[in-house]
């Protein structure tokens, strides 16, 4: 069996068509590219695909400071979804960098996030 994209590993996350994912992903990794620094964004870019590693790269600008309700504003509307939307899409994002970038780098990355987003990362626990 074919290994699947970063999308559509994306797409079963969230549980969105890929033709959904597609644009949630490019959406979040946008965004987050403008919340780390450029030093963080770019030791994540050469673990994505190579159609998605450009969306990681940033001028040598500083990060801007914005929360987990900016975050998934600008998710929802640069993907065109809602808010509840853009929280799968960030979850999913989130979760699948986690497993092709490796923990400590994407650790790293990630405390530069509040501890809410962080939390996005984190698999949701399964009930009883």
């Known amino acids: 069996?074919?290994?699947?994209?970063?999308?559509d590993k994306v797409a079963a996350r969230a549980g969105v068509p890929p033709e959904q994912a597609g644009p949630l992903t490019e959406a979040?990794?946008?965004?987050?590219?403008?919340?780390?620094?450029?030093?963080?964004?770019?030791?994540l870019a050469p673990h994505l695909a190579a159609e998605l590693s450009p969306l990681l790269?940033?001028?040598?600008?500083?990060?801007?400071?914005f929360g987990y309700d900016e975050f998934l504003r600008r998710?929802?509307?640069?993907?065109?979804?809602?808010?509840p939307g853009a929280e799968r899409g960030v979850r999913a994002v989130l979760q699948t960098m986690h497993r092709v970038v490796g923990h400590r780098e994407?650790?790293?990355?990630?405390s530069q996030l509040p501890a809410d987003l962080r939390a996005l990362a984190q698999p949701l626990p399964h009930g009883p």
């Open 28 to 43: 979040v990794l946008r965004t987050l590219t403008e919340r780390l620094s450029g030093g963080e964004a770019a030791a």
């Open 1 to 7: 069996m074919a290994e699947l994209t970063f999308v």
């Open 75 to 83: 998710v929802a509307e640069r993907a065109g979804t809602d808010r």
């Open 106 to 110: 994407f650790e790293d990355a990630l």
């Open 57 to 65: 790269v940033k001028a040598a600008e500083p990060p801007e400071a």
